[in-house]
T-cell receptor
Framework: DTEVTQTPKHLVMGMTNKKSLKCEQHMGHRAMYWYKQKAKKPPELMFV???????INESVPSRFSPECPNSSLLNLHLHALQPEDSALYLC??????????????FGPGTRLTVL | DAKTTQPNSMESNEEEPVHLPCNHSTISGTDYIHWYRQLPSQGPEYVIHGLTSNVNNRMASLAIAEDRKSSTLILHRATLRDAAVYYC????????????FGSGTQLTVLP
């Protein structure tokens, strides 16, 4: 099974709401990623987790809070977002240790709209 | 990091071959060339990768120039399902593990 699942598929939230995005994989991968993709733009990295520990944070605002509770699950907690945070949020996973030949498997994304 | 340059868009007729170019004139000897594609309303998916030699898999072929300053992704027989944004990405040995996407090429397949 090479599937990465993400829930919900769509999310609409107000600027004062708190919500969470969920990502799950059962491929035994120990590296997991969050990317953000604005319309008509390429994905941009937000966070990387390696062995359930945060290894890269690409200067993402604190209103985005990642969490990796176990090796199969990755969450992105959202609080006090701005309308410009509306985007497609993509989760991916890959094997660890990494080589430059490792493949990243992406989920279908969560389409987030902030009102 | 070495950068890649791709045409913004290309068109192909269904059932004909498609050659998607990528320029990477500042590529280093330890950079692998990866291709991912993103179908509409989906996350990116891996297509193929290579270092120096041409590569084939069930999805596509990758032709790498002898000087490695350019490469071409070849879809041998385009189908409507191949309409997607195709990203050419360089990944360097020993560098960070994330993918750095360029702007990609939007491939339109005409019936």
């Amino acid at each position: 099974d090479t599937e990465v699942t993400q829930t919900p598929k769509h999310l609409v939230m107000g600027m004062t709401n708190k919500k969470s995005l969920k990502c799950e994989q059962h491929m035994g991968h120990r590296a997991m990623y969050w990317y953000k993709q604005k319309a008509k733009k390429p994905p941009e990295l937000m966070f990387v987790y390696s062995y359930e520990k945060l290894s890269i944070n690409e200067s993402v605002p604190s209103r985005f809070s990642p969490e990796c509770p176990n090796s199969s699950l990755l969450n992105l907690h959202l609080h006090a977002l701005q309308p410009e945070d509306s985007a497609l949020y993509l989760c991916a996973s890959s094997q660890v240790p990494s080589g430059v030949t490792d493949t990243q498997y992406f989920g279908p994304g969560t389409r987030l709209t902030v009102l | 990091d070495a950068k890649t340059t791709q045409p913004n868009s290309m068109e192909s007729n269904e059932e004909e071959p498609v050659h998607l170019p990528c320029n990477h004139s500042t590529i280093s000897g330890t950079d692998y060339i990866h291709w991912y594609r993103q179908l509409p309303s989906q996350g990116p998916e891996y297509v193929i990768h290579g270092l120096t030699s041409n590569v084939n898999n069930r999805m596509a072929s990758l032709a790498i120039a002898e000087d490695r300053k350019s490469s071409t992704l070849i879809l041998h027989r385009a189908t409507l399902r191949d309409a997607a944004v195709y990203y050419c990405i360089l990944r360097r040995v020993g560098s960070a593990r994330q993918l750095t996407f360029g702007s990609g090429t939007q491939l339109t397949v005409l019936p």
